[in-house]
Each structure stands twice: as structure tokens, then as C-alpha cells.
């Protein structure tokens, strides 16, 4: 499927503005995204239910509930990719996006350029793949089309960013991949919050998949899946 934006329905969600009218005008004019710009969490609940949206913009500061509220249940109801965007560049916040499902933080001060390209390779990495693959190892089962996972046959629950993550481990069983290449292959672009992010979310794959010896740490190198 191509990233091209053209017709594209992309949910912006921003309070501000001169913000909300910065972006939406860059996204519409230089990528042809069909924008739609809401003020509050709530609309924009209701509204992802009544357009074909292939990705949002979620300000976390809204008037209502705010961001973290509205990407909960935004998943809740839709794997659409994520973009949340914060004045606050504290990493607490970046791992508690991350961990309700959302695909990429942009901090503000912002350029729209930067912005869109943070949309491109979200893009690149949801769309330009196999989506009738499925991945295993061990007693785990990864499917790409209906994004389910089972370990030992019982389906568990993982966020958009730990099924990207196991799905990074299961393309590559044995292999270490150090918290740079994870960052790349799983977020796409260098996460300025650093690498941190990367153990958050491997701890908690671990947990879920209920083996911590699955991942194993790799002293001094990253991380690796044993391979069965």
C-alpha cells in the first residue's frame, strides 16, 4: 500500500489555534491530507467512529479529557496509527503514551515538516509490510492481519508498540538487536527521549508473554529472541 496522503483522512485533535491551523494547512497544502481538525477529546472519540481516519494527531494538553484519556480509548476501538503531541518532554509522559498504544511522540515546539515526516515513517512501517504474514517461535503466534498474538494457544493483549516490538524479535530469532536498531526498526526514526523507552517495553513484553526468558538481555549489546 502506498504512504501517499492524497484523499487521506487524518484526525487532528489540538486546542491551540494557531497550532491546529499551522498543521492542518502544511498537512492539507504540501501532502494532500483531507484534515479534520477537532478541539476536544470528545469530539474526536465520536468522530473516529464516523470517518474512514488513517491516522491522528493527539495533543495531550485538551480542555475535557485529555490525551492520554482519548488515545485509551481510541484503542479501545481502532489500531489507526497515533501521533500524540506534548509541550511536555518528560520521559513519564512518553512512556505512558506509548504504553495506551500510541505510534510516535512529536514535542512542542514543533515544524510541521518534522511533523510530516513522523507521519511518513509511521506510515511506511504500518502499511508496507505482509499483512497476511504470521510470525512464531516457541509457543508464541504473531498475526499481522488481525494483529492477534497467542502464546501456548491463549490470546494476550499487547499494545500497538509491544506487537511491533515482538514482531521485530520474531523476524529476527537470535540475533541481537541492539536499543539503537530496535529504536530504528519499531519507531521508525531516532526517539529523542533515548533508549530508555526501549526496556520499558520489553519488560513489559516480558510479562505478558509470561517467559522472561523469551528476550533475553545481551550484556553491553541489547536484546535477542532465543531461537527455538
Known amino acids: 500500500m502506498s504512504t501517499a496522503a ?82 511536555r518532554d518528560e520521559e513519564p509522559d512518553r512512556v505512558a503514551g506509548f504504553e495506551l498504544g500510541a505510534d510516535d511522540y512529536v514535542s512542542k515546539p514543533f515544524s510541521p515538516r518534522e511533523l510530516a515526516a513522523r507521519i511518513k515513517a509511521i506510515l511506511r512501517r504500518v502499511e508496507h509490510r505482509n499483512d497476511d504474514e504470521v510470525l512464531a517461535a516457541h509457543d508464541i503466534v504473531l498475526r499481522r492481519d488481525s494483529r492477534d498474538v497467542t502464546v501456548a494457544g491463549a490470546m494476550i493483549e499487547l499494545t500497538g508498540k509491544e506487537f511491533d516490538l515482538l514482531a521485530c524479535f520474531l523476524e529476527h530469532p537470535g540475533i541481537v538487536l541492539s536499543r539503537e536498531k530496535l529504536l530504528d526498526l519499531v519507531w521508525g526514526m531516532t526517539y529523542p527521549g533515548g533508549t530508555r523507552t526501549v526496556d520499558v517495553h520489553i519488560a513489559q513484553l516480558r510479562r505478558k508473554l509470561g517467559d522472561p526468558d523469551t528476550i533475553r538481555t545481551v550484556r553491553g549489546a541489547g536484546y535477542k529472541l532465543l531461537a527455538a
Open 6 to 87: 492524497t484523499g487521506s483522512v487524518l484526525l487532528l485533535v489540538e486546542d491551540d489555534d494557531s497550532i491546529g491551523r499551522l498543521v492542518k494547512s502544511y498537512l492539507e497544502q504540501q501532502d494532500g491530507w483531507q484534515v479534520l481538525w477537532l478541539r476536544s477529546g470528545e469530539e474526536a472519540v465520536a468522530e473516529l467512529r464516523r470517518h474512514p481516519v488513517r491516522l491522528v494527531v493527539l495533543d495531550i494538553g485538551l480542555p475535557g479529557i485529555d490525551g492520554f484519556e482519548v488515545c485509551r480509548q481510541m484503542r479501545a476501538q481502532s489500531k489507526v496509527p497515533i501521533v500524540m503531541l506534548t509541550a
